[in-house]
């Protein structure tokens, strides 16, 4: 009974040595998508972007490349299944969002973390101001907290347009943030 037990230990390690075994070689020899950071990267190589298929490669002179289009799917802003297409938005400035001047959602950032995300969406100018009316200046952003936002998310803002009210960390969200 015991030898036996062993025996069915030494099978299965080997089954799994050799179920590893083409996973590594597969691993070492497929080269990995590349993930460009921006269309202007992506269409030096590019011109008319990547395509999710051939038909739509085929339709836009656009490279089709499946693994390509996944590895870049955040670039395809307009979701058409080309990955920067000539109305794909770009983000040259750099920052992980798109610049496409929308307002992001900043409820319950700090005013730094809220200018930042904005400047992410390509706007460098925010205003902001005290949320309890007693004017007070923001003069550390890191120490305020937006329980408002002007607009709404997903507007469209421009230099100067948004508005954040704040409040003072450890002050009342008034529900806000939890
Ligand atoms: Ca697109």
Redesign the pocket.
């Known amino acids: 009974m015991k030898v036996r037990k062993k025996a069915n230990q030494l099978v299965a390690a080997l089954a799994v040595a050799t179920l590893l075994m083409p996973a590594t070689l597969t691993r070492a020899t497929v080269m990995p998508a590349k993930a460009y950071g921006t269309c202007v990267e992506l269409r030096s190589k590019f011109v008319n972007?990547i395509a999710k298929t051939s038909a739509l490669a085929k339709k836009n002179k656009a490279r089709f490349s499946l693994s390509l289009y996944k590895a870049n799917i955040a670039?395809?802003?307009?979701?058409?299944?080309?990955?920067?297409?000539k109305?794909?938005v770009d983000n040259p400035l750099g920052g992980n969002a798109q610049e496409d001047f929308k307002m992001p959602n900043v409820l319950c950032m700090t005013l730094q973390e809220a200018q930042d995300e904005i400047q992410d969406h390509g706007v460098f100018y925010s205003r902001s101001q005290d949320a309890s009316g007693r004017g007070r200046g923001q003069w550390n952003d890191s120490n305020w907290i937006v329980i408002k936002q002007s607009p709404a998310p997903g507007r469209t803002i421009s230099e100067g347009s948004p508005m954040l009210s704040a409040v003072k960390i450890g002050e009342s969200t008034r529900g806000v943030c939890k």
Do not use: E
């Open positions: 972007g670039l395809d802003t307009n979701k058409n299944g080309i990955a920067c297409d109305k794909d």
